[in-house]
């Protein structure tokens, strides 16, 4: 799954600072909505639903994209286990961002909820009802929301420290699509 | 792309950088799940303080434990139109799932002992656009707040003697309540019951007008009166017996009846009531045409949350109504994780 490029394509890059902001905001609102009983609470759920929804639809575009261009190669001069580390942050970040948005649409179909988008717009119930069910994925969206979140923060400093520290160009494989494709 | 000589040692100061910029990411997350702010009202403290000394009821619903299930419909005459675009409105039957309750922690409370009885509905019109509603008998809420609740809750837990006084003293719109809890009579049947949403929830009209209203369920049977002691006599689970007997003889009715306020009416405090002059539309009937225990039953694994509204109906200024939609989920949450607690068969082995 490796290219000869040395960046990540537009829509790649594009798709990965998008989805960032989205998934960040996600982590923040979910733990946000459940721990206050003001109006807020509904507003956040408002949020929340959709905006998974979407995370769920850009995150399969992303992984067609991938599988599709590829990435580029890691430095060839990266340790061992660090190139360990990113192959399976890769993969537990895209297991995170399909599964969570499955996860959240089954555990309220289990539950009986009406998934509701925007307004008039509701989904289908993807599960049957049942207590069980609704436990166990109930369980699951809370449990993997940390794990999400504890992943995102090592990838982060994982990031920075090649950026700061290694300054070996990964930064650059995904800098922001503004910045000019120039070799250092 | 060549590696810079300075990365062979270790740059203190650029890890610095790293672990700050971590680190404040973390401590934004847990500032915002409320593990920094031991005084935010969460939905679990919420839902805690309605609990019995000994702890829930394991399975049950953490308020309105006591309860059973019914089926039936909702007759929509199409006089809601005028009010809601909502399809629940549109002349036709709409199959219903509700539960008659008493507003009790204990499943296994005696029914003369318990003063406030309620109603969950859950009408479901073609579209899938759900009405779901939870109602009260009593005309008005005892407290004006959610944060009110939560005192009222606290102060009838609690050991120290003067803390009911202390907690009116701070909250005397709840003597308004008490009057009702003293003063109104009681009956025998949850039949004979007026269900009120108290809150109030904004409706939207097929051109886009915004109207607040409030609704109740009036009551086809005629309200007979009967004293506590007397329904105490009857056994501790009468009302529960007498709506089985009942239904099954013939389906009882309700008239929907929504309620529209004028300008300036309290809309944000289900403790006041509404004059009694405001416009009322009568939008249809609710027919109960049969009768389930609870523990096998089609209500159980219901949450009769009030924020799941069809679109033409939505929150108002009420904060009640996502109070209440936080701390019913948190319920849910755990009554379905204790399922195990409470047997799926018909009398839930009760003891
Ligand atoms: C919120 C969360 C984030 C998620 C879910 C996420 C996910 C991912 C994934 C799955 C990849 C693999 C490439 C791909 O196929 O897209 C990746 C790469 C990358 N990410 Fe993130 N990312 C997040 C936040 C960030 C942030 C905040 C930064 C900057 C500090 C960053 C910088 C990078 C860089 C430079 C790469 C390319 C290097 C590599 O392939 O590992 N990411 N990210
Ligand atoms: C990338 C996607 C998602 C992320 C990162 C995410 C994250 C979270 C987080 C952090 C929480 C709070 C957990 C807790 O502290 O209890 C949460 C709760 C919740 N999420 Fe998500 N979520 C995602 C997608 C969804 C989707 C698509 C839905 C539904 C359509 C959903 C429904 C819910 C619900 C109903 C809760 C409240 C659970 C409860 O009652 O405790 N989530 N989510
Ligand atoms: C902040 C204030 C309130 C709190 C914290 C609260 C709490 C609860 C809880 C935890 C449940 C159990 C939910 C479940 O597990 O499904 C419940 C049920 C119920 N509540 Fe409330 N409640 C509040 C206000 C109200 C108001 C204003 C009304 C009526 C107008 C009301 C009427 C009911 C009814 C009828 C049920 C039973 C619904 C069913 O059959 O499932 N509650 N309440």
Known sequence: ?184 | MPQSPSSRHLPLARLAIIAVVVGLVAVAFVYTAGWLSPHRLTPAKLVATLAPPGGPALGHRRNHAKGICFTGTFDANGNGSALSRAQVFVPGQYPVVGRFNLATADPNAADAMVRVRGLGIRITPPNGQEWRSAMIDAPIFPVSTPQGFYELQTAAGSKDPEAMKKFIASHPEFLTFLGWAKGAPWTSSYAEERYNSLNSFLFIDGSGTKRITRWSLIPAAQPVSITPNELAKRGPDFLEQEITQRVAAGPQRWSLVVTVANPGDPTADPNKAWPADRRSVEVGTLTVRQIEPEADGPCRDINYDPTVLPAGITTSDDPFPAARSAAYSRSYNSRTAEASSYPRTPTGAKQ
């Open chain 1, 1 to 184: 799954m490796t290219t000869s490029r040395t960046r990540f394509t537009a829509p790649q890059r594009l798709l990965h600072w998008l989805m960032a902001i989205c998934i960040l905001s996600m982590l923040f609102i979910g733990v946000g909505m459940v721990s206050t009983i003001t109006p807020r609470y509904l507003t956040l759920v408002q949020i929340h639903k959709p905006l998974g929804i979407a995370i769920l639809v850009l995150a399969l575009i992303r992984l067609a994209l991938r599988i599709y261009y590829g990435a580029p190669s890691l430095p060839a001069d990266l340790p061992e286990p660090m190139k360990l580390a990113a192959y399976l942050s890769q993969y537990i970040l895209y297991a995170l961002m399909i599964s969570m948005p499955l996860i959240g649409w089954g555990m309220l179909s289990a539950a009986s909820y009406p998934v509701v988008l925007f307004g008039g717009v509701h989904l289908p119930s993807i599960l049957p009802v049942s207590a069980s069910l609704h436990t166990l994925l109930w369980h699951a969206h809370y449990c993997m929301a940390f794990a999400f979140f504890a992943v995102i923060l090592l990838h982060v400093a994982a990031i920075l420290f090649h950026k700061l520290v290694r300054r070996d160009g990964v930064f650059e494989t995904m800098a922001p699509a503004l910045t000019r494709d120039h070799s250092e």
